[in-house]
């Protein structure tokens, strides 16, 4: 008793001092959340929550805490160090730094205290606007809070905080910081050749009297020059690529601070190397809407001589502009083709286009006008025609268009021939291109135009991410954009315009013409679901001290048609600690449903695309280029269904009517051992062996590997089941291998044959046995490469059980395979009856069965009645009973099952026992049998044969194979009861 009262007291103690901790830690850090809807809002909050403090006792009129701080500006001090991409700033990162401190100002009435203007950000995308390479620059001094959580030196009211004074003698807070960073607006430079300007409404600072000078380093090895505000500084670069721009400001006192970012060079080149793939420069002529574009050509030569003799003229694809890269291409370059046709492993592809001297064009405007890319890409034709003249060669081109490049080139071809212009071309080729246009999700484009135009532009400057928005919203502006996805603007007209333009033009007549699908060749969906998450992750922006924010962001693939679900949520949020404080403000939160008025495409077969935003994100693929895009089915006259999306196209055997493929030949994709999407533009294996073949001038290869999809039964492996003495199974001839192995049921059957395209499976001499027996088939062809086919054949009478769903009054029956499904026992018919055993309650039950199914109906009290349904199929008849009793239910609601059950025994292997089910005490409850109960348990496999029996009301199923047993339980000769065990 007393070490049991010593217990109590000790616990008491011991949760007394955990709540006195806990309190304690809840006033050292307090945690609160604020939601605004605006970016006024918050400014107004920002004034509020600092209206407290003695501002004229503020270092420079500037706090840090009071800004919304995405990221620790006070790490880019000018303290030098070792070039590292971190420590490494560009014009982004210096916008950051400018309007992080325009809202850091304590006075919003000017005293003298020299901020970054309010209208900074207006001022920096004026210059990125602009054909200048110039520097903005930025050097403050400023205040923060120093990090003391233990005792701090400010205090807070409500929401506000105040100074502090101990003893009527004020506290200092504050610490002073620096940041100091310059770079240019842009990160990229078009020319070698360059004038680099430094603009004074570019450059703040409110340090200006302890600046003696600034000088850069371009790092091409002539170290450091002088550069005026307002001045400017002539670099020669000697060739494209990246280079460390490194820039020091020395001070009065004798000290030099730092900074440094990388910069990349591309050479707008008229002149070309032989030896290397390196951009040249080019103009077009004709203009469109009174206007040329231009383009980077990258050209690789056979024979590395300069000389263009066999030509693949391979026009790119849509650009965004998201992702420009270091050297200025985008995302589609000549480097991304090599890695796309060398990866795919297709050594008759590699081979063939090391003959070829390949001209890719990479457009300077990658979402222009169709049109007038299309103009530029016939200039660049004749270009390549007068090169070939020159070397004395009559080889015909070959165009290559890949994505809207195939549709450009299709239009252009077709063009020249209307305008009687040679363009020289043999053989056209399309690849994976939007015929019909191109698919983006629902939901990507809510979140597109939300970064483009509704979340507050302020945050993506104050996020180091001003480029990103700006790159969205000019490539939903971009009439390529609009021309080839309807959705993003179908009130400018733009889209229909363009198709109906296209389908006026129609294809090039002095050409062969092949198209690509990078969609199912079988039809297949992609590896998404309707309402399936498709984008999801946290874009960090971490500050000092435990400071923190970022972006959560989820997108949705659309729901199925009529259906309403999430398709886009968006959390902008910075978290400031501040001494013991810290409060969470979300600065914008946006959740939007989105509705299928019609069948959404995102799922069904098509090129897939993920579009690489932030490294942060998470993304899985959706349908871009459907294939009836692809291969331009019905030359979009046709208006399809969701059957439509899923219908195959074969080559071997291609449509007519309204489904017709105006291409010579085409192929459709698929990888070894797989049925599924590609990548848009990816190569594989097969289409490139393919593409070899059309790029030789063997035009009868045609892709026959349809025998493989799934939708396909009838040249899968065929054959009658059920099989109920001996049947025959065969695969298509197309394969020079064959393996056939049987996965399940080599007990029931004897095989013969086996090494061809047939085997023959014959049932043992034991007449009784039944049951399921898998096929496996693996194949190897030339051209379709290995393939695995799985065919499930009924061997015998069927098998079937009795599964119940009950309830107080009904059960709801239905008939299960005991394996496999039940199409492939071929069941004739149902014969359902009820059984005349009497239990309490059963003449008050009725029971009715059709088919597949049966309903049993009684009172809400306890009863049970036995069914009986006969199967049959061309082999024979099976019977199976069934006890159909109905749920009780206690005091709370709890669901017992009534009459008799069979429980796993604990702690003895595979042992089961029956039990009976009685109540006590208004529960039921499960007691063992009375040992005057008279107990017979047989066990039969999914054959039906009896493999055990027993005459207690236990029985072990140990020395039994895994498998599907079957359990009748008599009980004194009168109650039974079946059981379905599961033995693994």
């Known amino acids: ?313 391979v026009a790119e694809g849509y650009d965004s502009g998201l992702n420009p890269g270091k050297d200025g291409l985008g995302e589609a370059k000549w480097k991304t083709f090599l890695e796309n046709y060398t990866n795919a492993e297709s050594f008759s592809l590699i081979g063939e286009l090391s003959t070829y001297d390949i001209i890719y064009i990479n457009w300077e405007s990658g979402a222009d006008y169709l049109q007038r890319n299309a103009y530029l890409l016939q200039d660049i034709i004749k270009y390549v025609n007068r090169r070939k003249a020159e070397s004395g060669s009559t080889e015909p081109n070959v165009v290559l268009g890949q994505s809207m490049g195939g549709v450009i080139a299709r239009y252009a071809l077709r063009d020249m021939e209307n305008r009687n212009e040679d363009h020289q071309t043999r053989l056209y080729i399309s690849q994976d291109a939007p015929h019909q246009g191109a698919h983006i999700p629902q939901a990507v484009l809510i979140a597109a135009n939300d970064v483009a135009y509704d979340v507050p532009r302020e945050y993506f ?67 998404i679901n309707f309402g399936d998450i498709i984008v999801w992750g946290h874009i960090p922006a971490e500050g000092s001290r435990g400071s923190f924010g970022g972006i959560n962001l989820e997108i949705y693939a659309s729901p199925n048609i009529g259906n309403r679900s999430l398709g886009y949520y968006i959390r902008i949020y910075n978290r400031v600690r501040i001494a013991r404080w810290t409060v969470t403000k979300i600065l914008y939160k946006q959740i939007r449903n989105i509705t299928s008025s019609k069948v959404p495409l995102d799922i069904f077969a098509g090129g897939n695309y993920d579009f690489k935003l932030d490294n942060n994100l998470q993304l899985r693929p959706f349908n871009f280029v459907p294939v009836y895009s692809g291969l331009d089915v019905g030359l979009g006259q046709r208006i399809f269904n969701e059957k439509d999306y899923s219908r195959l196209y074969r080559a071997s055997n291609p449509p007519s009517g309204s489904y017709r493929i105006p291409f010579d030949n085409f192929v459709t994709a698929f990888q070894d ?38 939708n396909e039964s009838e040249i899968n492996i065929v054959g009658q089941t059920p099989v109920c003495s ?11 291998y064959y393996n056939w192995e049987i996965l399940k049921g080599a007990d029931l059957v004897t095989v013969t044959g086996g090494s061809g395209d047939k085997i023959s499976i014959r049932k043992k001499s034991n007449s009784n046995a039944n049951g399921l027996v898998r096929l496996q088939l693996t194949t190897y062809a030339e051209k379709c490469g290995w393939n695995t086919y799985v065919r499930d ?34 069941i004739e018919s149902f014969d359902w009856e009820r059984l005349p055993k009497k239990y309490p309650n059963s003449n008050e039950v009725s029971f009715r069965g059709s088919f597949l199914k049966g309903k049993a109906e ?34 709370s609601g709890e669901v017992y099952e009534m009459i008799f059950d069979l429980l796993r025994v604990e702690y003895e292997e595979d042992m089961y026992e029956v039990v009976r089910v009685i109540e006590i005490d208004g529960r039921l409850e499960y007691v063992k049998l009375k040992e005057t109960d008279r107990t017979r348990l047989m066990v039969y496999n999914s054959s039906g044969q009896l493999v055990q029996e027993s005459v207690e009301a236990r029985i072990s199923l140990s020395f039994l194979r895994s498998g599907v047993y079957f359990i009748n339980a008599w009980i004194n000769e009168e109650d039974r009861i079946d059981f379905k065990v599961i033995k693994n």
């Open 461 to 527: 400057a104050l996020a180091s991410r001003k480029t990103m928005r700006n790159n969205v919203r000019a490539m939903l502006q971009a009439a390529g954009t609009q021309q080839l996805v309807k959705e993003v603007n179908e009130s400018s007209g733009l889209f229909d315009d363009w198709q109906q333009e296209l389908r006026d033009m129609g294809y090039p007549q002095k050409t062969r013409n092949i198209a690509m699908s990078n969609g199912s060749g079988c039809g297949l969906k992609q590896f």
């Open 726 to 736: 001996s049947g025959t199974f065969s695969a298509p001839e197309l394969a020079s």
């Open 793 to 826: 054949i009924w061997v015998g009478r069927p098998s079937v059980y009795i599964e119940s769903d009950r309830s107080e009054a009904h059960v709801d029956v239905q008939l299960k395979p005991a394996e496999g499904i039940l199409g492939i026992q071929g």
């Open 1 to 313: 008793m007393k070490n049991s009262r010593y217990k109590i007291i000790k616990i008491g103690l011991w949760l007394m001092m955990m709540a006195v901790s806990a309190n304690i830690g809840a006033q050292n850090q307090q945690e609160e959340e604020i939601a605004f809807s605006s970016f006024e809002e918050v400014k107004a909050h920002m004034e509020l929550v600092f209206s407290g403090l003695e501002k004229q006792r503020v270092p420079y009129g500037i706090l840090l805490d009071k800004s919304l701080v995405f990221d620790d500006i006070t790490k880019f001090s000018g303290v030098y160090r070792e070039p590292h991409l971190r420590d490494t700033v560009d014009g982004d990162r210096v916008l950051q730094i400018a309007s992080t401190l325009s809202l850091a100002k304590m006075d919003t009435e000017d005293n003298g205290i020299i901020v970054p203007p309010q209208d900074v950000e207006e001022l920096w995308e004026a210059y990125q606007l602009s054909d200048k390479v110039v520097l903005s620059g930025i050097y403050y001094k400023y205040a923060r809070f120093k990090n003391d959580e233990s005792e701090p030196l400010i205090e807070r009211e409500g929401q506000v905080f105040y100074d502090k004074y101990l003893a009527g003698i004020w506290q200092n807070p504050y610490e002073i910081k620096q940041s100091f960073a310059v770079a240019p607006v842009k990160n990229q430079i078009d020319n070698l050749n360059v004038n680099v300007q430094f603009p004074k409404d570019l450059w703040w600072t409110n340090m200006g009297d302890s600046i003696r000078g600034i000088s850069i380093d371009f790092g091409i090895g002539e170290g450091f020059k002088a550069l005026d505000f307002g001045g400017k500084l002539t670099v020669n670069f000697p060739e494209s690529g990246s280079y460390l721009w490194r820039v020091k400001m020395d001070l009065v006192d004798g000290k030099s601070i730092h900074s440094q970012s990388s910069v990349n060079v591309v050479s707008l080149q008229t002149t070309v190397a032989c030896d290397k793939v390196i951009p040249m420069f080019f103009k077009g002529t004709r203009a469109y809407l009174n206007e040329v574009n231009e383009a980077m050509l990258e050209i690789r030569y056979a024979r590395a001589d300069c000389i263009i003799r066999k030509p693949l003229i």
């Open 858 to 891: 009684g009172p809400k009290k306890p009863w049970a009645i036995d069914v009986q349904v006969t199967v049959r199929n061309k082999c024979g008849t099976s019977k199976t009973v069934a006890t159909l009793y109905s749920e009780m239910r206690g005091d």
């Open 673 to 710: 051992e797989k049925t599924d999407n590609e990548k848009h533009l990816a190569f594989n294996r097969k289409t490139g062996d393919w593409l070899a073949e059309e790029l030789r001038g063997f035009t009868g290869v045609v892709d026959n590997c349809y025998f493989r999809c799934e």
